[in-house]
Structure formats: structure tokens, C-alpha cells
């Protein structure tokens, strides 16, 4: 009897632990550590937070980081810079909304590309949705872009051409006409 009671036991104490969404078979496993997620490496941290800081300054939500986009880019501007002498990349057929930078004799970090990008704040005019005279938006409107959830950028160094090009991804792609980015 004292067996069948402490039997009933363990199985009501199995049972609680998993209705209360506790995995019982890893409850008592001490060699079972909880994974972190793994950090973002600095550069790519510099990017998000930049843009982020962009997208706060309106009332746009942040992006998250993608793997997926950040490898995309870094083929990109590899293919770019071993191929193309350091062009820029057309993006005009890519399923992402896209950004690029160019930049000759100097470095370019993650934080003054992205400010780069956001100059064109000053000419953007959000009441009408429009931009100054003379001037591009663009860059400026798909940092921004509300509807954009994830980002992933790469630069490569163009010895030969003394310049840098970055290029970043966004899904889901901004710069839609007639709607406003924020």
C-alpha cells in the first residue's frame, strides 16, 4: 500500500510539473544547462543599433538582426568588390528593400553609414509624404519603414579603388508608393 501511495504521488508531481509547463524529463538532469541566445557580434550590433535609434526618433518599432539577410549582403559586396570593381550592386530586382553606401578614402563604420542614410531626413517631408527638390529620400525612408521587421548588412574594403561598400537588407522591403514609411 505504501508503495502504490508513493507511486500515486510521483505521478501527480510528474503530472503538475507538466501542466505547469515544466518538461519533467529535464527537471532533475543536471548536466542540462539552459542555452543564451548567442550575442550579436560588435559590428552587427553597431548597425541595428544605429538604425533603431533612427527608426525610435519617429515612433518606428525595432528591427531584428537576420542571419539570412547579413549573408546575403556579405555575398553581395564580396561579389561587388571582386567582380565589379567596387560598383555599386543593382538592387533594383532583389525580393528585399535595400540600401548602399559608397565611400572612397576613408573607413566607414556601421554607425556613419547608417547616419549617412539618415541625413536625408532634412529633405524628407513626412506631412505629405514627399521629398525636397533636388534631393533623394529613399535611404532615409527605408531605415525608417515601419513595416520593415529584419536587417542584415555587410561591408567589403576595395583596396585597389581606396573605398568601402556597404549594403544592407530589409525585410519585408520599404519605399512602397503612395504609402508613408512611418
Keep these: 500500500m505504501a508503495s502504490t501511495s508513493l507511486l500515486l504521488v510521483?505521478?501527480?508531481a510528474l503530472c503538475h510539473s507538466s501542466a505547469n509547463g515544466a518538461d519533467p524529463s529535464s527537471s532533475h538532469n543536471p548536466t542540462q544547462v539552459p542555452t543564451?541566445?548567442?550575442?550579436l557580434p560588435n559590428v552587427a550590433n553597431e548597425y541595428l543599433q544605429s538604425h533603431n535609434q533612427a527608426r525610435a526618433a519617429v515612433g518606428v518599432g525595432p528591427l531584428k538582426w537576420s542571419e539570412m539577410l547579413a549573408n546575403s549582403t556579405s555575398?553581395?559586396?564580396?561579389?561587388?568588390?571582386?567582380?565589379?570593381g567596387c560598383?555599386?550592386?543593382?538592387?533594383?530586382?532583389?525580393?528585399?528593400?535595400?540600401?548602399q553606401l559608397w565611400s572612397g578614402g576613408m573607413a566607414m563604420t556601421p554607425r556613419m553609414a547608417v547616419d549617412n542614410w539618415v541625413q536625408e531626413k532634412n529633405y524628407y517631408n513626412h506631412t505629405d509624404n514627399s521629398c525636397a527638390p533636388n534631393h533623394s529620400c529613399g535611404?532615409?525612408?527605408?531605415v525608417v519603414?515601419?513595416?520593415?521587421?529584419?536587417?542584415?548588412?555587410?561591408?567589403?574594403?576595395?583596396v585597389?579603388?581606396?573605398?568601402?561598400?556597404?549594403?544592407c537588407f530589409y525585410d519585408p522591403p520599404g519605399n512602397i508608393i503612395g504609402e508613408s514609411p512611418y
Excluded: H, I
Design 36 to 39: 543564451a541566445p548567442v550575442p
Design 139 to 142: 535611404v532615409y525612408t527605408q
Design 10 to 12: 510521483l505521478v501527480l
Design 145 to 158: 519603414w515601419r513595416k520593415s521587421l529584419e536587417l542584415g548588412c555587410a561591408q567589403a574594403t576595395c
Design 87 to 99: 560598383q555599386f550592386a543593382n538592387l533594383s530586382t532583389s525580393k528585399y528593400g535595400g540600401n
Design 160 to 167: 585597389k579603388e581606396q573605398a568601402s561598400l556597404t549594403v
Design 75 to 84: 555575398r553581395l559586396v564580396r561579389y561587388q568588390r571582386n567582380k565589379m
